[in-house]
Nanobody, 128 residues
Framework: QVQLVESGGGLVQAGGSLRLSCAAS????????MGWFRQAPGKDREFVAA????????DYQDSVKGRFAISRENAKNTVYLQMNSLRLEDTAVYFC?????????????????????WGQGTQVTVSS
């Protein structure tokens, strides 16, 4: 059974930092690009960041560039999202997703429909 389990969410003050983790099991982790998405109430799910299978390529939504950093440790089957300088608008449920690499696809994708597996999400709440 494939599982993606997020952790690290919680309540943090604006300007603070938080690191999310996503532990994967039941899959060959290095065969998947990994992504982070988020969804706030009343808003569409949006792409946050993605990282290629070997960790060499990263992509970020403009609003998080310079503040968030995605990384992975394939030996630990884990992908991370370091979030710094958090803002109120970062409040959302954050989802980890796995995208099996395919010859026809580029390194990473922002399209949630391209992802094969999803975690249950972890709540991040930024307060003033």
């Amino acid at each position: 059974q494939v599982q993606l389990v997020e952790s690290g969410g919680g309540l943090v003050q604006a300007g603070g930092s938080l690191r999310l983790s996503c532990a994967a099991s039941g899959l060959t982790f290095s065969s998947y690009n990994m992504g982070w998405f988020r969804q706030a109430p009343g808003k569409d799910r949006e792409f946050v960041a993605a990282i290629s299978w070997e960790g060499g390529r990263m992509d970020y939504q403009d609003s998080v560039k310079g503040r968030f950093a995605i990384s992975r440790e394939n030996a630990k089957n884990t992908v991370y999202l370091q979030m710094n300088s958090l803002r109120l608008e970062d409040t959302a449920v954050y989802f980890c997703a796995a995208d099996r690499i395919r010859l026809s696809r580029s390194w990473v994708t922002r399209n949630p429909d391209d992802y094969d597996y999803w975690g249950q999400g972890t709540q991040v709440t930024v307060s003033s």
